[in-house]
């Protein structure tokens, strides 16, 4: 029992310490005339991430694979189909042409180079299928790419984000940077280790308990911006959120996680693997079926479905 109690209480620490961590962070970098657009494209953006990215990094030096690709590649399906689905079924979801042509075909690149990275076994004939270092410093120079990318939007356009930004106190800042910190580390630390537990307890594999338990629940910062935003009908943020989620999750947490140790991955992650390409491939395809660059309800229903018989799909071949 305690171990279900604390990996519950590791989410919502986890949780409440990237958003202390953001709202300590992005209170300095606003003393120090840091814009508004790049505070949204660094720390904002680095922030709704946390959750993924501390998970993989204890499940990577854990040696805990299976949970550090399960939550990626959970994360990712769960973005697309759940989270996007929700979003369009609040409110239809518009996107701009630059989100339709180029932010969506980088995520499925994104997705595309993971499944060549990770399959060397079914492609070359190699004993060991997985993102090596080498692989993991490759998804970071895709990341490095992806991050001038945005900058050089940003400079274009020359917008300001939507961003409301708490000015505190420099002594109440490092506080809440200390303590965001902090529950990042401790939730963290309690959902891997619950995880492997409960794996164990109900005797399926880590790579169930990281696709769906473990990667639902790390996406919850982004269900909140997104619904939030559809709700507000700022569609840019509701799109823009899960997608670049996405990428930060392949090329940034994927690459780091492999450079601390490298991911073997089993040739039963394929259909994972498979099912996150067709995420991003049917998201595309949808902003061109009926209205043009808009996810409607119907559709937002449509991936809901998707993503429950995706679910129902892992419980009874897991």
Not at 167 to 184: D, E, H, R, T, V
């Given at each position: 029992m305690l171990t279900y109690v604390l990996f519950i209480i590791g989410f919502v620490i986890l949780i409440k310490g990237a958003d202390l961590l953001v709202d300590g962070a992005a209170s300095v970098a606003k003393k120090f005339n840091i814009s508004s657009i790049v505070?949204?494209?660094?720390?904002?953006?680095?922030?709704t991430s946390a959750p993924e990215f501390v998970v993989n990094i204890f499940a990577s030096v854990k040696g805990n694979s299976e949970i550090a690709i399960g939550n990626i590649l959970g994360s990712n399906i769960v973005n697309i189909f759940f989270i996007l689905g929700i979003a369009a079924v609040i409110h239809p979801i518009v996107a701009k042409e630059n989100t339709a042509w180029k932010e969506i075909p980088l995520s499925l690149l994104a997705a595309i180079i993971l499944g060549v990275l990770a399959n060397d076994a079914l492609i070359d004939g190699g004993s060991f299928s997985g993102l090596t270092r080498i692989d993991g410093i490759v998804l970071l120079a895709f990341f490095i790419i992806f991050m001038h990318y945005t900058f050089g939007i940003s400079e274009v356009t020359g917008d300001e984000e939507n961003i409301n930004i708490k000015?505190?106190?420099?002594?109440?800042?490092?506080?809440?940077?200390?303590?965001?910190?902090?529950?990042?580390v401790l939730g963290g630390k309690w959902i891997v280790d619950g995880a492997v537990k409960i794996a164990e307890l109900f005797d399926v594999s880590q790579s169930l308990i990281g696709l769906t338990v473990v990667a639902i629940g790390t996406s919850l910062p982004e269900l909140a911006t997104s619904a939030i935003a559809a709700y507000k009908k700022q569609s840019d943020i509701a799109i823009g959120n899960v997608i670049g989620s996405n990428i930060f999750n392949t090329f940034w947490i994927l690459g780091v996680s492999a450079v601390i140790r490298p991911l073997p991955f089993s040739r039963d992650s394929d259909p994972d693997i498979l099912m996150n390409i067709f995420a991003s491939t049917l998201l595309f395809i949808i902003l061109f079926i009926g209205k043009r660059h808009i996810i409607e309800r119907w559709q937002g229903f449509l991936m809901i479905a998707i993503y429950i018989g995706y679910i129902v799909f892992l419980v009874n071949t897991r």
């Open positions: 505070i949204g494209l660094t720390i904002v953006a680095f922030g000015i505190l106190s420099n002594g109440k800042a490092a506080m809440f940077i200390l303590a965001g910190l902090a529950g990042l």
